[in-house]
C-alpha cells in the first residue's frame, strides 16, 4: 500500500492513478475493438471462401453435364478425338468472362495440360511434378482429389500475372473417367484483401475517436485535480501550520488554542480534542515525572540484586565443577585398584560406568564455564585413533546398559581440530546414544574419508526425535525428561561445529536415529 506523507502527494497520486486508470479501460476499449475487427475480418474472409468455393463447384458441375450430355449425344457418331476437340471449343465459346484469370482447367490423370486458356503455350506440356514454393504439388493432389466421388478442393500458390508474383489460390477439380480428364476451376483469394483494408480502415477511424475523447477526459480529469490541489490544498495547509504551531508553543505555555484562526469545522474539532489532550498530558506528564524518580530507585536496586545472584550463581557453578574434580579423581583412582583386585567384578564395572557418566557431564560443564576465555588452538589430529580411544571410556557404560558397538573406521584419517572440542563433539554423541537407545542393541559408529569430507556417524535404534531443531538450539531442552541428564551436551555440539564449518545432518523415524558430522578435507592435512 502507498504510504501517502503529504497532501500534494496525495494529489500527485491521485492524477497517477486516474492516468493508469484511464490507460487500462483504453487498453481495454482498444483491445476489444481489436479483437471484433480480427473477428470481422476472419468472418469476411470465411463468408468470402464459402462463397467462391459454391460458385467455382456450381460452375465446375455444370462443365462437367455439358460435357456429358455432349459425349452421349455423340458417341458412335463421331470419334472421340473429335468431340473432345468440339467440347474444347465449345468450353471456349461459353466462357462468359474476359478476365484471363477466371478459366477452366483440364488434365490427363497423368498430368498432362488439355486445356489451360490463361496460358496456351502450355497446353500439351506434363504439370504432374509441379510443386509450389509451399512444397505443394498442386496438379498431382488436384487429379488424386478429382479421382473421389464428390471431387475436391485443395489451397495452393498460383502465379498472377495481373500481380506479378505467387498468390493464395483455391481450385475445385472432379474427374471425367470416360477421357481421364481432371476439370477444375480456381479463384484467387487476393480479391478479400480490399474487403479488410476497408474495414481496417474503418477500425483504426473508430479508434482514433476513442483516444481523442479519452484523451479530451484525461486531461479535463488532470485539470480539475490541479483546481482542487490550488485552492483546498492552501487552505488545508495553511490550518495543519497553525495547529503545528500551537503544539510547538504549547510545551512552553498552558494557554489553549483560538478556534476563531480556524476555518474548517472539522479541523476545528481537532483543535478541541488537541485542547483536551494536551491539558492531559501536562497533567500526567507531572504524575509521571514523580513515578519515574520512585521506580528508577526501584529499578536499580533490583538490577543491582539480580546482578548479585548472577555472580553469586556463576561462582556457585566454578566451585561446584572444582569440587566435583576432587571426589571424582580419588573415585576413578580406587576403582582402578579395585580393577586390579578383582578385574571381572560387575558391581566395579557398574560404579566405574557411573563415573564416567559423571566426568562426561564434569567436562561439559568445565567447557563452558573456559569456553569464552580460553582458546581453542587446533592441531593435526589422528581422528580414527582418537575415536577409538574414546569408544574404549565408553564401553563399560555400553556394557553396563547392555549395548555393544558395531564399528566401520577407516584407518589413519588425521583432520586439523581443537581435541577439546573434538572430545565433546564424540563424547556427547556416544553419551546420547548410550542414554536413548534400546536394550540390548548395537550402536553403529561410522569414519570414513572422500576428497571432501571426513564423515563421523552414530546410528542407533531408538524413539524419534521429533523437533531435531531443538535438541540443539535450545539450552536445557530434553526430548525425553525420564532419561535424566541437562539437556547442554548437544547444545555445545552446535555451537562448535558452527565455529568449526562442521556439516551436522540428523535423521530420525520409525525406531532409527542417525547423526552425521561432516569436517572439511584440507589440503594441508596430511593424510
Not at 467462391?52 to 460452375?59: G, H, S, T
Request: charged share 25%; glycine share 2%; net charge neutral.
Amino acid at each position: 500500500m502507498i504510504k501517502v506523507k503529504s497532501i500534494y502527494q496525495l494529489i500527485v497520486y491521485s492524477i497517477i492513478f486516474i492516468i493508469v486508470l484511464i490507460s487500462f479501460f483504453t487498453f481495454i476499449i482498444i483491445t476489444n475493438a481489436f479483437t471484433e475487427l480480427q473477428d470481422k475480418i476472419k468472418m469476411i474472409e470465411q463468408n468470402n471462401l464459402t462463397k467462391q468455393k459454391i460458385l467455382i463447384k456450381e460452375d465446375i458441375t455444370n462443365t462437367i453435364q455439358f460435357i456429358r450430355y455432349y459425349h452421349e449425344k455423340y458417341k458412335g457418331k463421331k470419334s472421340e478425338v473429335i468431340i473432345q476437340n468440339e467440347v474444347l471449343k465449345a468450353l471456349d465459346e461459353m466462357k462468359a468472362s474476359k478476365n484471363i484469370n477466371d478459366y477452366t482447367f483440364i488434365y490427363l490423370f497423368d498430368g498432362t495440360s488439355v486445356y489451360y486458356p490463361a496460358v496456351k503455350e502450355r497446353i500439351g506440356e506434363n504439370l504432374y511434378e509441379f510443386t509450389d514454393p509451399n512444397g505443394i504439388k498442386v496438379i498431382k493432389e488436384l487429379i488424386d482429389i478429382s479421382q473421389k466421388k464428390e471431387g475436391g478442393y485443395i489451397k495452393y500458390l498460383w502465379y498472377k500475372p495481373a500481380r506479378k508474383k505467387d498468390i493464395k489460390k483455391i481450385s475445385y477439380a472432379i474427374a471425367y473417367e470416360p477421357w481421364n480428364w481432371t476439370i477444375g476451376k480456381g479463384v484467387y483469394l487476393d480479391t478479400v484483401e480490399q474487403i479488410v483494408r476497408q474495414t481496417q480502415d474503418q477500425y483504426d477511424e473508430k479508434i482514433s475517436n476513442y483516444v481523442l475523447q479519452i484523451t479530451s477526459l484525461t486531461i479535463l480529469l488532470i485539470l480539475y485535480s490541479i483546481f482542487i490541489y490550488k485552492n483546498a490544498t492552501i487552505l488545508i495547509a495553511n490550518e495543519v501550520r497553525e495547529i503545528g504551531k500551537y503544539f510547538k508553543e504549547s510545551q512552553n505555555e498552558d494557554k489553549p488554542f483560538n478556534h476563531n484562526k480556524i476555518l474548517f469545522t472539522e479541523f476545528r474539532t481537532i483543535v478541541n480534542y488537541a485542547n483536551d489532550a494536551m491539558t492531559s498530558i501536562k497533567y500526567r506528564t507531572h504524575l509521571l515525572e514523580d513515578l519515574n524518580k520512585s521506580l528508577e530507585e526501584k529499578v536499580n536496586e533490583k538490577t543491582q540484586e539480580l546482578t548479585d545472584i548472577l555472580e553469586a550463581q556463576k561462582q556457585f557453578l566454578k566451585k561446584a565443577v572444582h569440587e566435583i574434580n576432587t571426589p571424582l579423581s580419588i573415585i576413578q583412582t580406587n576403582i582402578d585398584l579395585l580393577r586390579m583386585q578383582n578385574s571381572d567384578n560387575i558391581h566395579i564395572r557398574n560404579i566405574e560406568s557411573g563415573s564416567k557418566i559423571i566426568n562426561t557431564i564434569y567436562e561439559d560443564l568445565s567447557y563452558m564455564i573456559k569456553k569464552n576465555r580460553v582458546v581453542y588452538t587446533k592441531t593435526h589430529i589422528n581422528f580414527s585413533e582418537y575415536l577409538m580411544s574414546r569408544m574404549e571410556f565408553f564401553n563399560d557404560i555400553a556394557l553396563s546398559n547392555q549395548l555393544f558397538f558395531v564399528t566401520n573406521i577407516q584407518r589413519d584419517i588425521v583432520i586439523e581440530f581443537n581435541e577439546t572440542e573434538l572430545q565433546r563433539i564424540i563424547d556427547n554423541n556416544i553419551s546420547n546414544a548410550i542414554k536413548y537407545s534400546f536394550k540390548e542393541s548395537p550402536i553403529y559408529i561410522k569414519l570414513l574419508q572422500d576428497a571432501q569430507y571426513v564423515e563421523f556417524q552414530i546410528k542407533t535404534h531408538s524413539k524419534t526425535i521429533y523437533d531435531i531443531n531443538k535438541i540443539f538450539n535450545n539450552q536445557f531442552y530434553r526430548e525425553n525428561q525420564v532419561k535424566g541428564g541437562f539437556g547442554l551436551g548437544l547444545k555445545i555440539v552446535k555451537e562448535i561445529c558452527d565455529d568449526n564449518s562442521v556439516i551436522i545432518d540428523v535423521e530420525s523415524h520409525d525406531d532409527e536415529t542417525k547423526f552425521t558430522y561432516r569436517f572439511k578435507t584440507y589440503e594441508n592435512t596430511p593424510s
